[in-house]
T-cell receptor, first 115, second 113 residues
Framework: ETGVTQTPRHLVMGMTNKKSLKCEQH?????MYWYKQSAKKPLELMFV???????ENNSVPSRFSPECPNSSHLFLHLHTLQPEDSALYLC??????????????FGPGTRLTVL | AQSVTQLGSHVSVSEGALVLLRCNYS??????LFWYVQYPNQGLQLLLK??????LVKGINGFEAEFKKSETSFHLTKPSAHMSDAAEYFC???????????FGKGTLLTVNP
């Protein structure tokens, strides 16, 4: 595998389910990100981890819970979601989370549908 | 604070025609500017970026963009559109030591045969 991978690619869940999204980066980067992409809206930054420490929690509801066990893996745990949480969830990584010029490399995303 | 405005949510061109996608930004610090492209069912891929130095930036697939500080613009161009250029394009601004990127809403480019 190369680059940034995400699993699953598609997920359908009920509002009472618990599920997790997984992201893995094979680039040796130190920072990882979760974004939410909804139709007609700009990408919304949800969480940022730098060297496995959370450095940004962008007012995200507690029904979204991130986990970064090491610099290569990032999870997003989901529980009791709402239909408006349906979106494409993108994971990204960059070499150094503290540098604004860093290129962020994106995974293909998980298309989440909440029924 | 930073913001990005992409003028035109949808741009349609004929194959072989000039592509021009507009991006204006606002930033309280010297900006870093990015253009990303997203093909259907894929993540975002970097086309090009401006950090410092030369204001005309060349990217992949024949795209280029020019940083114009006086106009706070970073428009993306390609001299001749190809069918494979059909995708959604996102402009983003970052700055200083802040990792955070602010994205525009995107411009969907369609290329007609």
């Amino acid at each position: 595998e190369t680059g940034v991978t995400q699993t699953p690619r598609h997920l359908v869940m009920g509002m009472t389910n618990k599920k997790s999204l997984k992201c893995e980066q094979h680039l040796g980067h130190n920072a990882m990100y979760w974004y939410k992409q909804s139709a007609k809206k700009p990408l919304e930054l949800m969480f940022v981890y730098s060297l496995e420490e959370r450095v940004e929690n962008n007012s995200v509801p507690s029904r979204f819970s991130p986990e970064c066990p090491n610099s290569s893996h990032l999870f997003l745990h989901l529980h009791t979601l709402q239909p408006e949480d349906s979106a494409l969830y993108l994971c990204a990584s960059s070499q150094d989370g503290g540098a604004g010029a860093d290129t962020q490399y994106f995974g293909p995303g998980t298309r989440l549908t909440v029924l | 604070a930073q913001s990005v405005t992409q003028l035109g949510s949808h741009v349609s061109v004929s194959e072989g025609a000039l592509v021009l996608l507009r991006c204006n930004y606002s930033s309280s610090v010297p900006p870093y500017l990015f253009w990303y492209v997203q093909y259907p069912n894929q993540g975002l891929q970097l086309l090009l970026k401006y950090t410092t130095g030369a204001t005309l930036v060349k990217g992949i697939n024949g795209f280029e963009a020019e940083f114009k500080k006086s106009e706070t613009s970073f428009h993306l161009t390609k001299p001749s559109a190809h069918m494979s250029d059909a995708a959604e394009y996102f402009c983003a601004v970052g700055g200083g030591s802040n990792y955070k990127l602010t994205f525009g809403k995107g411009t969907l480019l369609t290329v007609n045969p």
